[in-house]
């Protein structure tokens, strides 16, 4: 009972203006601070109204789709393995290396005074050099990496038998720079 007058007095002191106010601010701030969903830009069109492609996905399932295929194709001629599908994932994506100009500059102030003091001051810029394409300028790109390979599951008729599961290992290993660990190989199920 003592509380709900004081919360009284105290609302009485702060005013009811001053208090609603305070609300408005408090609530204000809570929903600015709930971050927002982003949407991806696939398909999409960004802040200046223009569609953007994510063609790094389309590149990337591209390079994996091609990887297992070539991966399935060549396990299956190994004897005992039967059919054979792949799933192959990645830890990182393509990533294209750009050519740059890097500019340094370099200025040096000597003061021979009694202190000797002497000042440089070191500037560098770098300037990402564009090629011409069909009017569209473009970033020239040097060298492009390929994805990194994170795992491979395995499912095949064989999966069962423990040495043609241990040269498939091998194999996948000898292809690709993955652990054993992340290389998984299953039996695959009757009529599948």
Do not use: W
């Not at 399935?72 to 290396?97: F, P, Q």
């Not at 740059?100 to 009694?114: F, M, W």
């Not at 492009?144 to 008729?157: F, H, K, L, Y």
């Amino acid at each position: 009972m003592e509380q709900i007058i004081k919360m009284k007095e105290m609302i009485r002191q702060i005013g009811y203006i001053r208090l609603v106010l305070l609300l408005v601010c408090g609530i204000f701030l809570i929903l600015v601070s709930i971050p927002e969903k982003k949407e991806e830009l696939t398909g999409k069109e960004n802040d200046d109204n223009q569609p953007v492609t994510d063609y790094k996905n389309d590149e990337n399932d591209i390079f994996v789709e091609k990887m297992e295929n070539r991966l399935a194709e060549i396990l299956e001629m190994i004897d005992g393995a039967g059919r054979v599908n792949v799933m192959i994932t990645l830890a990182a994506s393509s990533e294209a290396i750009v050519n740059k100009d890097q500019i340094y500059e370099e200025e040096a102030d000597r003061e021979n005074s009694e202190n000797g003091k002497e000042n440089t001051k070191t500037i560098r810029k770098e300037e990402t050099i564009l090629s011409e394409k069909e009017g569209d300028l473009n970033p020239y790109i040097v060298k492009t990496m390929e994805p990194v390979i994170e795992g491979v599951i395995i499912v095949m008729e064989g999966g069962d038998n423990s040495f043609v599961a241990s040269a498939v290992t091998e194999a996948v290993q000898a292809l690709f720079p993955v652990e054993a660990h992340k290389i998984k190989v299953l039996k695959m199920e009757d009529g599948a």
